[in-house]
């Protein structure tokens, strides 16, 4: 059985950091690409935030270059993404993924905050 379990997030004021993480079971990490994207409230689309391959190369939406970093242990099964310089249009549901061809798996959601 596959399972994503993230962790992290929370409530933050403008300006601070925050570091997600999602540890997988199940599957061969180390052979997927892993992202992470977020949903906002009245959108039932999740926007991409990040992208890691298997190869270690990654990719950022306009909204997070220079602000977040995603990195992964595949030692530990695991995925982190790094938010420093908050904002309040940060404030979402963020949930990690795992992909590969045709198989998808997602995380169960952890809701990040920004506010003061």
């Known amino acids: 059985q596959v399972q994503l379990v993230q962790s992290g997030g929370g409530l933050v004021q403008p300006g601070g950091s925050l570091t997600l993480s999602c540890a997988a079971s199940g599957i061969i990490y180390s052979r997927y690409t892993l992202g992470w994207y977020r949903q906002t409230p009245g959108k039932q689309q999740r926007a991409l935030v990040a992208t890691i391959t298997s190869g270690g190369s990654t990719d950022y939406a306009d909204s997070g270059k220079g602000r977040f970093t995603i990195s992964r242990d595949n030692a530990k099964n695991t995925v982190y993404l790094q938010m420093n310089s908050l904002r309040p249009e940060d404030t979402a549901v963020y949930y990690c993924?795992?992909?590969?061809?045709?198989?998808?798996?997602w995380g169960q959601g952890t809701q990040v905050t920004v506010s003061s």
């Open positions: 993924r795992a992909t590969m061809f045709q198989y998808s798996y």
